[in-house]
Structures are given as C-alpha cells and as structure tokens.
C-alpha cells in the first residue's frame, strides 16, 4: 500500500473487531477505521472465519457514539445497513430489527456529524427510503452492483457509490446490458464515485481466486476508467479528492 500511495479504511462490523479497527488505524499511517453492526449480524448467526464470531445482535446510539469518539482515526458509522439476502424464515421480524438497527447508526451518524458506511443487499428500494424519512443521505452504499435506476434515487439524496472488484466480472449469462454495473458507472457522477477492494474478498478479475488486497483498488480504478473513457489518472485523482472530502481524512 505505501509502495503504490494507496490508503485504506478497516471496517466495523462489530463491536470488537471495531476495537480492533481502531487499534491498527492508530498505529498504521494511511488507514482510518469505521464502527457499527453489519445487518446481517442483527439477525443471523452467520459467521465468516475472517470476521470471528459474533455474539452482537444490536447497538445502541450512546454505544457506537462512545466506541467511536475514543479516536480521531474514526471517520465515518458502518458498516450499517440492510441484508435482505440472508434472512431467516420468519422475514418481517428480522427486516423489522434490522431496519430499527440501521435507524440507530443513522441516529449516532447525526450525532456525530461523521457519514454512513453502508451494506445494502436486496433492498436498494427500501433503504432509499429509509435515509429520506431520516433527513441523512451522507455516506456511501459499498461493494455497489445494483442498476442505474437504484442508484439514482440514492444520489438523489446525497449518497456517494463505490464499486469494487465485482464490477470487473463481466455480465451474467443472459444478463441486459442495460442493467449492468457498467450502465451504473457510466451514469453516475465522477464527483459521488468511489472506488474500493472489500478485501480480503472479491478480488478483481486480474486476481480471481486469491485473496483480496487493498492494493487491488488499482484494478477497479482501471476498469472505471476504461468505462468511462478516462485516465487511470484521472480516475484516481477524482476518487481520491472524493473520498477525501466525504470523509474528512488528514
């Protein structure tokens, strides 16, 4: 990452590897962190071997505020959102808890004047109009796959969309081109695009079946770039001022 000038976030997505989020991007120049509850922790036991075990099935607004006021490294509340995806059979429940979830990461974002990091997952529609009946749209939905037509309301309000690796994969068999996250890329503007690895997952195309690196962004930079007809410079550079402006980093 030093070598190619590349900066990273270490994302929160309980409140223990939150802690350790915080730890490294103390001790680590060029990394921030993020805290909160990733929504499928709110309602499932799924548990992922890099992650660790998660116990944690809901926050509070004065516990996310305390967790991420013990550092100036913390620059925004997620990951937070909604996962419609995995759910289990009883769904209203479970998409009631995690709707009232995201409300209170919502909430201590406010409180916090710090922006959203957001995991949408089958729920683009809804989370619209979550954040439109909040009266806060600042942040960004990651890891970004949905069409234009989902992500223009979400624009609309004041979001940034960040792509990641999947965006190199290509269309899906049979799949209308018109609904691909290219389409997306090409609409969106330069001025709420991020780019992003979600390492140590879903590595690009160049790199399928390895672990995913922060490194890596460079492939997702360059596949934007080739969408849009650009530079990779200017890609970089425009991404980069972005997510520096968004954020608020130093």
């Given amino acids: 990452?030093?070598?190619?000038?590349?900066?990273a976030m270490t994302i929160g997505t309980a409140t223990e590897n939150g802690k350790?989020?915080?730890?490294?991007?103390d001790a680590t120049e060029g990394i921030w962190a993020t805290v909160g509850l990733h929504p499928s922790h709110t309602t499932s036991d799924h548990v992922d071997t890099d992650e660790g075990k998660v116990d944690e099935h809901d926050v509070t607004v004065e516990g996310l505020v305390s967790l991420a006021r013990t550092s100036k490294k913390v620059v925004a509340i997620g990951e937070a959102g909604l996962d419609f995806f995995r759910l289990p059979e009883d769904r209203e429940p479970a998409i009631e808890k995690q709707e009232k979830v995201f409300r209170t990461h919502i909430a201590a974002a406010k409180e916090l004047e710090l922006p959203l990091v957001i995991h949408c997952r089958d729920a683009l529609t809804r989370l619209a109009e979550i954040l439109e009946e909040a009266g806060y749209a600042k942040g960004v939905v990651h890891s970004f796959t949905g069409t234009w037509e989902e992500a223009k309301p979400l624009i609309d309000l004041g979001m940034h969309i960040a792509v990641?690796?999947?965006?190199?994969?290509?269309?899906r068999k049979g799949q209308d081109p018109k609904t691909s996250i290219d389409e997306t890329i090409r609409n969106i503007p330069m001025?709420?695009?991020?780019?992003?690895?979600?390492?140590?997952?879903?590595?690009?195309?160049?790199?399928?079946?390895k672990r995913n690196e922060p490194v890596y962004v460079e492939e997702v930079a360059k596949h934007v770039a080739k969408v849009r007809g650009m530079t990779l410079e200017d890609v970089a550079k425009?991404?980069?001022?972005?997510?520096?402006k968004l954020f608020r980093l130093s």
């Fill in 1 to 7: 990452m030093r070598e190619k000038n590349i900066w």
């Fill in 20 to 25: 350790k989020a915080i730890a490294l991007a």
């Fill in 164 to 171: 990641n690796g999947i965006a190199t994969f290509g269309l």
């Fill in 191 to 209: 001025e709420r695009l991020l780019v992003e690895t979600d390492a140590p997952w879903l590595a690009p195309t160049a790199f399928r079946g």
């Fill in 238 to 244: 425009q991404t980069t001022e972005n997510a520096v």
